[in-house]
């Protein structure tokens, strides 16, 4: 049986204070209301993630938003998967769409950042999705397939088994136009088959693929119901622990 997984991305929001205080909120709520075996993760800036995984990571996982492709070194002002795993975090988030537009990051460089993370003991949570051009065009399977060739294909099946899928329309994220959940499973399915034929059929039965663009407690049901979606990645609803704690418990019953 695969993961299901309800992970939130806080992006760049909240101050310290802030911080420690909705994940406070969220600890207790999952403690309380979560029923089944489903795994609550926070993607956190990375002044947060010590103090997170203190106050509550048997509870709620602590992930980073991103990682640097090297070891260490002379990179200024860059955070290395080493780094994130020496605080207790588990998670990293790997090419989200925002890092590819706003900072160039293309898959040759999200190949790299997902081996440097496996190999510190993280489980890269690897973003993939579509433009609205490409959907409307028809090209979205040959950008998904190249995105997923190049940017996590190159790992063995062994390392692949520790990784994480996020199938993130672009056109969803932060617009409220969230992907039918045909549209979604049509996609899951594809990426299931496409490891399947690059690995083995029983490594795409265990891989965990999130949903995520505009996902709140209204449409995780639907989502989530799905055959091939195992959770999601959560952004702007993550931001308010009520909606998130909500968004986790779709997988209760
Ligand atoms: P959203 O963001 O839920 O606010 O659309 C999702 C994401 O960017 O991971």
Not at 40 to 54: E, G, K, R, T
């Amino acid at each position: 049986m695969r993961k299901k997984i309800v992970a939130g991305n806080w992006k760049m929001n909240l101050g310290y204070e802030e911080g420690v205080s909705l994940f406070s909120e969220i600890v207790n709520m999952v403690r309380d209301e979560k029923k089944g075996d489903q795994q609550a993760v926070i993607c956190a800036p990375f002044i947060h993630l010590n103090s997170l995984v203190q106050l509550g990571n048997s509870i709620v996982a602590i992930g980073a938003q991103n990682c640097h492709q090297n070891e260490s070194g002379a990179y200024t002002g860059e955070i290395s998967a080493k780094m994130i795993s020496s605080v207790g975090a588990e998670y990293v988030i790997v090419g989200h769409s925002e890092r590819r537009q706003y900072f160039s990051e293309d898959n040759q460089l999200l190949a790299a950042k997902t081996v440097v993370a496996l190999e510190n003991g993280l489980t890269p949570i690897f973003c993939i999705g579509e433009t609205l051009d490409e959907r409307n065009n028809g090209s979205y399977f040959d950008v998904l397939k190249t995105q997923l060739e190049e940017g996590i294909f190159n790992v063995s099946t062994g390392q692949f088994s520790k990784l994480v899928i996020a199938y993130e329309p672009v056109w969803a994220i932060g617009t409220g136009l969230t992907a039918t959940s045909e549209q979604a499973q049509e996609v899951h399915a594809f990426i299931r088959q496409q490891i399947a034929a690059k690995y083995d059929a029983a490594v795409a039965e265990n891989t965990t693929i999130l949903y995520g663009g505009s996902c709140n407690p209204k449409n995780a049901a639907d989502l989530f119901a799905q055959p091939d979606i195992d959770g999601g990645l959560i952004g702007g609803a993550s931001l308010k622990s009520r909606d998130f704690v909500d968004i986790v418990k779709t997988f209760n019953s």
